[in-house]
């Protein structure tokens, strides 16, 4: 195997959803690892995989939706680990979640939970990621059956089991989510998390008394139906991924299926909503 890479400096406008998007498509194309920083992030390929012609298959690369630009340049040997450890800093919740990775010291909060992203989505640092902590920490999950839809690292299910859910699904589309998040939940110590890969096609039949989706809104507005066909009454659905402006053309489709806009958490401009069904 080749010891010299290729790394792409990517620069990207609005960081997110830009971020997680191309990152997503740049993983099925061959690209191995992934840094973010505060202008985008650099993703790695071996020498012998790339091309001149690899984002020709990069769809987020086409459209004029996102503004980005990257520069490319060889380098040799990256150690992953002390990349991954220089770039990755620990969070903390409104003083009761801690989420960090093994490296790091414990805090020793109500709630700690430990990963390793990889190259998966959700370390708790997106501001979707860290409302929908919120939500999950003001919600009694004791016994309740819990869906975490869009699952990333496993985060929001391993959150919602150490608050007494049981059991819970976690799906996510992407393959190295599914991976991470498998790895996550044994880490964790978690025993009643099943994790699927795939979409919500998955959900057919399936009853839950809480859905957690935290992904993009246009993948929101197309399964909405189904996330409100999978709740049993009085179920709450918690959403995120998209902005404050955002919410009027969610809340149009959820009113079609008697799900009530209950709250709403704002941060930096994203928002996570909480709806109750009647």
Same mark, same amino acid.
């Given at each position: 195997?080749?010891? !010299?890479?290729?790394?792409?400096?990517?620069?990207? #406008?609005? %960081?997110?959803?830009? *971020?997680?998007?191309?990152?997503?498509?740049?993983?099925?194309? +061959?690209?191995?690892?992934?840094?973010?920083?505060?202008?985008?992030?650099?993703?790695?390929?071996?020498?012998?995989? /790339?091309?001149?012609?690899?984002?020709?298959?990069?769809?987020?690369?086409?459209? /004029?939706?996102?503004?980005?630009?990257?520069?490319?340049?060889?380098?040799?040997?990256?150690?992953?680990? #002390?990349?991954? =450890?220089?770039?990755?800093?620990p969070i903390q919740v409104d003083?009761?979640? #801690?989420?960090?990775?093994?490296?790091?010291?414990?805090?020793? %909060?109500?709630?700690?939970?430990?990963?390793?992203?990889?190259?998966?989505?959700?370390?708790?640092?997106?501001? *979707? !990621?860290?409302?929908?902590?919120?939500?999950?920490?003001?919600?009694?999950?004791?016994?309740?059956?819990?869906?975490?839809? +869009?699952? +990333? *690292? +496993?985060?929001?299910?391993?959150? @919602? =089991?150490?608050?007494? @859910?049981?059991?819970?699904? @976690?799906?996510?589309?992407?393959?190295?989510?599914?991976?991470?998040?498998? =790895?996550?939940?044994?880490?964790?110590?978690?025993?009643?998390? #099943?994790?699927?890969?795939?979409?919500?096609?998955?959900?057919?039949?399936?009853?839950?008394?809480?859905?957690?989706?935290?992904?993009?809104?246009?993948?929101?507005?197309?399964?909405?139906?189904?996330?409100?066909?999978c709740l049993n009454d009085n179920?709450? %659905? %918690?959403?995120?991924?998209?902005?404050?402006? /955002?919410?009027?053309?969610?809340?149009?489709?959820?009113?079609?299926?008697?799900?009530?806009?209950?709250?709403?958490?704002?941060?930096?401009?994203?928002? @996570?909503?909480?709806?109750?069904?009647?």
């Amino acid at each position: 195997m080749s010891n !010299t890479y290729i790394a792409y400096n990517f620069t990207v #406008s609005p %960081l997110q959803p830009t *971020t997680e998007i191309l990152i997503a498509e740049l993983g099925y194309v +061959g690209f191995e690892s992934f840094v973010e920083n505060e202008n985008g992030f650099i993703a790695y390929i071996q020498k012998e995989d /790339d091309s001149e012609t690899i984002l020709n298959e990069i769809y987020v690369l086409q459209g /004029d939706e996102f503004e980005i630009s990257y520069t490319k340049e060889e380098i040799e040997q990256v150690n992953w680990n #002390s990349e991954w =450890e220089k770039n990755f800093n620990p969070i903390q919740v409104d003083d009761l979640v #801690s989420i960090r990775a093994p490296f790091h010291p414990n805090p020793n %909060l109500k709630y700690d939970i430990v990963i390793e992203p990889k190259m998966s989505f959700g370390t708790g640092h997106h501001e *979707t !990621t860290h409302m929908m902590v919120q939500h999950i920490l003001k919600l009694d999950l004791q016994g309740k059956k819990v869906l975490d839809m +869009g699952c +990333g *690292t +496993g985060i929001l299910a391993i959150l @919602a =089991e150490m608050k007494g @859910a049981n059991p819970l699904d @976690a799906i996510d589309i992407d393959a190295w989510c599914y991976e991470n998040s498998l =790895e996550n939940v044994e880490r964790n110590n978690c025993k009643h998390i #099943s994790v699927c890969e795939g979409d919500a096609s998955l959900l057919i039949n399936k009853k839950y008394d809480v859905i957690i989706a935290n992904i993009n809104r246009n993948i929101l507005l197309n399964d909405i139906k189904i996330y409100a066909d999978c709740l049993n009454d009085n179920g709450v %659905l %918690l959403l995120s991924g998209f902005y404050e402006e /955002d919410i009027p053309i969610i809340d149009v489709e959820t009113s079609k299926y008697s799900l009530k806009l209950e709250e709403f958490i704002e941060r930096n401009n994203w928002v @996570a909503l909480k709806y109750l069904k009647s």
